[in-house]
Nanobody
Framework: QVQLVESGGGSVQAGGSLRLSCATSGYTDRSYCMGWFRQAPGKGREWVAGISSDGRTSYADSVKGRFTISKDNAKNTLSLQMNSLKPEDTAMYYC????????????????????WGQGTQVTVSS
């Protein structure tokens, strides 16, 4: 019954900005970690950013300083503000949320992601 619904994907010129949002529902409580992943053409799925249940943020080196992850606990929404976008940021972006103890663990974010959104395309042109 956990659901993640993404919005905000689209096309943007290099150097521009885009904000992705993810609405969550179905959790018994709101104290869970969340994150963003992406998968570029011909590449594997890459962890982009994470935010812990107590608000600690973490980022992949490739986006550090350009992307900002945040969440609104009251509204159960997750956001990814993407600035100074580059063509190499072009990918399908996925919202993810904490799953069970058996879900794959990502040490940099301290989160086990077990639920995923449908993916939204971000295309950066130059």
């Amino acid at each position: 019954q956990v659901q993640l619904v993404e919005s905000g994907g689209g096309s943007v010129q290099a150097g521009g900005s885009l904000r992705l949002s993810c609405a969550t529902s179905g959790y018994t409580d709101r104290s869970y970690c969340m994150g963003w992943f992406r998968q570029a053409p011909g590449k594997g799925r890459e962890w982009v950013a994470g935010i812990s249940s107590d608000g600690r943020t973490s980022y992949a080196d490739s986006v550090k300083g350009r992307f900002t992850i945040s969440k609104d606990n009251a509204k159960n929404t997750l956001s990814l503000q993407m600035n100074s976008l580059k063509p190499e940021d072009t990918a399908m972006y996925y919202c993810a949320a904490e799953g069970s103890v058996y879900s794959q663990y990502y040490p940099l974010s301290g989160c086990r992601y077990g639920y995923w959104g449908q993916g939204t395309q971000v295309t950066v042109s130059s």
